[in-house]
């Protein structure tokens, strides 16, 4: 068994009219001592922005912007900018996110060398809707590929919204790994219900053509599918992998299907260092669940969702949304994760 602190709520809603709302799903970086926290702040009317703060260690916050950090500036998130993932590469930090436009939920990217002015870049995930999704994929081969990947498109065909050309392909959960790999980005991202891989040189690559190829052999893509009972509805990446000398540590977030409706845990694999769409193994049961009243009531109920950790010694701090409402700490000693995972087969 697995030992897990949770050390509570770390930070919620304030009177500020763009964070009143929520505060939740934060993205994580660590320098040193410094907690880094790039937040999803919420407001009436469910529009998001990315607000700022800092901490010194894991827990105590020293420092919290009075505006957002990261706002709704394009028509393709006017709705909102949604729960950012943080890594720095040589001297760029990438900010991927979510971009909400009331309709499509897709990835796109931010770049910073300071954490203060952000260059913005757009959509990166695929532009496609279900329609000429469902044409990509059906050139896979279909006895492969989990029938769930078609169940956007069966309910929208069902409801007569398949031929609508402006709804896209939801693609969220944008992940990248830490470092290169072979030379190339590595990313992670969520085309429902599995989490999938690409690999790339330059951003310049993710054009047009290069997501038809990838759509129509998705199949090979796929690095984790629902395999459990707590992620059979789907699942999706948290933070950045933590690369350890065992393989790549992805926490990620499991959904389960209950006759109270769905319920988030937080789950474990581990991956090849460098084929990291390979799985090694990964946890049966959840790393946590939803437990506390403050991670069971809040706007959504029943929901961990982590998206970001630090590491001190030899504790691992997940920080995760709670509730679509507040911001959580848990703690776990790393070698003790990664022993429970090396059991598995």
Same mark, same amino acid.
């Given at each position: ?7 509570g709520v770390?930070m919620?809603p304030t009177?500020?009219?763009f964070e009143?709302n $929520? !505060?939740?799903n934060?993205?994580?970086y660590q320098?040193? @001592? &410094?907690i880094h926290?790039? +937040?999803r =702040? ?5 529009f998001?922005?990315i607000g700022?703060?800092?901490t010194?260690g894991p ?11 990261i706002?709704?500036d394009?028509?393709?998130e006017k709705h $909102? !900018?949604?729960?950012a993932?943080i890594?720095?590469i040589? @001297? &760029?930090y990438?900010i991927? +996110?979510? =971009?909400y436009?009331?309709?499509?939920a897709?990835g796109?990217l931010?770049?910073s060398?300071d ?14 809707n279900y329609q ?7 050139c896979c081969?279909r006895?492969?590929?989990?029938p769930k990947?078609?169940q956007y498109y069966?309910?929208f065909a069902q409801?007569?919204l398949v031929?609508?050309e402006?709804r896209?392909l939801?693609?969220k959960d944008?992940v990248?790994f ?12 969520r085309?429902?219900p ?14 047009e053509?290069?997501w038809?190829?990838y759509?129509t052999?998705?199949v090979?893509?796929?690095v984790?599918?629902p395999k459990d ?6 699942i999706g ?7 350890t ?6 926490i990620?977030?499991?959904?389960q299907?209950?006759i109270?409706?769905k319920?988030y845990h937080?789950?474990a694999?581990?991956?090849q260092?460098?084929?990291?769409k390979?799985?090694?193994t ?5 790393l946590f669940s ?6 069971i ?6 929901i961990v969702?982590?998206?970001?950790h630090?590491l001190?010694?030899?504790?691992l ?6 509730a679509d409402?507040?911001i959580?700490v848990?703690k776990v000693?790393?070698?003790e994760?990664l022993?429970?995972?090396r059991k598995q087969?």
């Open positions: 068994m697995i030992s897990i602190e949770k050390l770390l919620g009177d500020k009219q009143n $929520g !505060v939740f934060p993205g994580i320098e040193g @001592d &410094t926290i790039l +937040y =702040a919420v407001e009436q009317g469910n998001s922005t700022y703060a800092k010194e827990m105590k916050v020293i420092e919290r912007n009075e505006k957002p950090l706002t709704r394009f028509d393709y $909102g !900018v949604e729960d993932r890594v720095k040589e @001297d &760029t990438y991927t +996110y979510t =971009a436009d009331g309709v499509n897709m796109a931010a770049t060398k954490l203060i002015h952000f260059e913005k870049h757009g959509i990166i995930t695929p532009q496609v000429e999704y469902e044409n990509f994929v059906n081969d006895n492969k590929l989990n990947y078609h069966n309910l409801i007569g031929a609508d402006f896209l939801r693609d944008v990248l830490p470092r290169k790999i072979n030379g190339k980005f590595v990313m992670l991202h085309i429902w599995g989490i999938q891989i690409v690999e790339f040189e330059n951003w310049s690559d993710l054009t053509s290069f038809k190829e759509l052999n998705l090979d893509h796929i984790l599918d009972i707590f992620e059979v509805k789907y990446a948290g933070g950045p992998p933590i690369e000398e065992y393989g790549w540590l992805l990620y977030h499991g959904v299907e209950t109270k409706g319920v937080a789950k694999a581990l991956l260092l460098d084929n990291p390979i799985e090694i990964r946890l049966p049961v959840p939803p437990t506390k009243q403050w991670e009531e809040g706007e959504v109920s029943t969702f982590p998206t970001g630090a001190f010694g030899n504790d701090y997940i920080y995760y949304g709670v409402k507040q959580a848990a000693d790393l070698n994760l022993l429970e995972l087969p």
